[in-house]
RNA sequence: GCUCCCUUCGUCUAGCGGUAAGGACGCGGCCCUCUCAAGGCUGAAACACGGGUUCGAUUCCCGUAGGGAGCGCCA
């Protein structure tokens, strides 16, 4: 039989870190054995849902690759199949309206509480079915008092718990609207839902589940509750830890092999295998194989992986994102070398494509700042001769390549007896402003012959200048 | 408070009764080298604790401790 599993996030916020591995491991059960990823929109709570959000999880989804083969199918739009189903179940007695007041279920709360009971539902509504006036009432699910529900829960293994333990929870409000429990186990049924996967927060809840699906006459979906994501302080992951919305990743210019790839290694692992293509992933993974003990996220290494990918990637595919990144960063890539050059020759040196396009900088403008450390460091006096013979090598050299430029420099550094070294790092200062670039021959091929001169006539005048200072 | 879940280097993890407890990120050192990276080599770094079971426990069982989740007309 073909599985079917489903991501259903509720539209109160945007798609975050968390919510992308749990939809990541659902998308690829779904894929690896050649099933069926829905997904569905849980907005019963039309309070908090707002259509941003559900548009923000979908635009993720989609950034990420993981496509979805059906929906999104909106709980809004089901209404009248929960009031249906609800209605069966009150007739059939499995449910039953519930006439209490918010007042008097916090009140039985405070009692309870206070007697160091366990606060629930004690089901007093279970056998008065006149109405009360001015009352709307809930439907509350009958469940069984004794007895244990068990759950073979794929990495969990077996969870039991004590009927007794549990309450008549709400399946329909006041205004008829389904609670989560009713939402989820109507759809997962009616959807044909074969594996829920889903965080561990929801562990607890699945025996209620569990006897909504006894009472509705529905079969049991294979569940497998996946452990949290927490911040870097054990603590649960939120905002500060980096639990943004997954599309500020974008922003910020990781790439969505690079996230996908550090979320699966998150609870999940083949062997020493730390790089996984997409194609990978769904080859080996299976929720079975997902650990139990919650992870600690961990930016530090997703810029690793990021890095991983924007150094094996082919340039070409690099570019839109770099660009774009140009843009945020304020520079025109029309006034310089073309994009999948400088990936060329900063992919090993970038973990981000923001980092990538910010570092490219000086390639794009005709003035550029001197790092007034490197410098003073290296444009001195003593090689001002050897700037100048080379700025003179540099005036006629054809072809203006990587090559030409490092035979070039060689010569000159032979002829003033320098080592290379002597020469390069000052031409890397004059031409880039800082200390830091890809090879020097490479660097200045791609600032070009025209800005090249120029700034080793800026770095001239500079040296001029701190000999006369200096007397 | 009650119920459920979890526990190997700082972090992600391998391990599935007998191992020098392996890999990766990060950190230190060395090599390469025109800088920075990348790469190579290398170092420090872990089985939460206490009982069992067993010839033998990181591995199986039970406690304890610590962490997490749930106990809503939120999802």
Redesign the pocket.
Known sequence: MSIKTRFAP?P?GYLHIGSVRTALFSWLQARHYGGTFVLRI?D??QE?STRESADAILAGMSWLGLNWDEGPHYQTERFDRYAGLAEQLVAEGNAYRCY???EE?DEM?EQQVAR?D????DGRCRERSEPREGVNP?VRLRTPDTGTVEIDDLV??R????NE?L?D??IL??DGTP???F?VVADDADMGITHVIRG??????TARHIHLQNALGFDHPVYAHL??I?GED???LSKRHGALNVLEYREQGYLPEAVLNYLV?????H??Q?VFSVDEMIELFDVEDA??????F?P??L??LN??YI?TAAPLDLTPGLVEQMGKVGIDPSRGPAPQRVVEAYR??AETLRELAMSAEYLYTDNIPLDEKAAKKNLRPVVKEALTSLRDAFTELEPWTAEGI?RAMQDVADKHEL???KI??PV?VAVTGT???????ATVELVGRERTLARLDAALVYIEERAAAAG
Request: aromatic residues 8%; proline residues 6%; positive net charge.
């Open positions: 509720s109160t849980e019963t709570d908090r209490c007041t918010k279920l709360r160091g366990n606060p629930r539902y809930v969990r293994g969870v039991t718990y004590e333990l309450d929870l709400v409000r006041p609670t989560f429990h939402g561990d927060d929801h562990l607890n809840n452990p949290m927490l054990g603590s649960r290694r998150l609870g999940w692992s062997g020493d730390e650990n139990a003990s919650a992870s600690k961990n530090e290494k810029r690793w890095q991983q150094m090993e040196r490092h080592k290379f070294g390069g790092q890397r200390g830091v670039s890809p090879p020097i021959d």
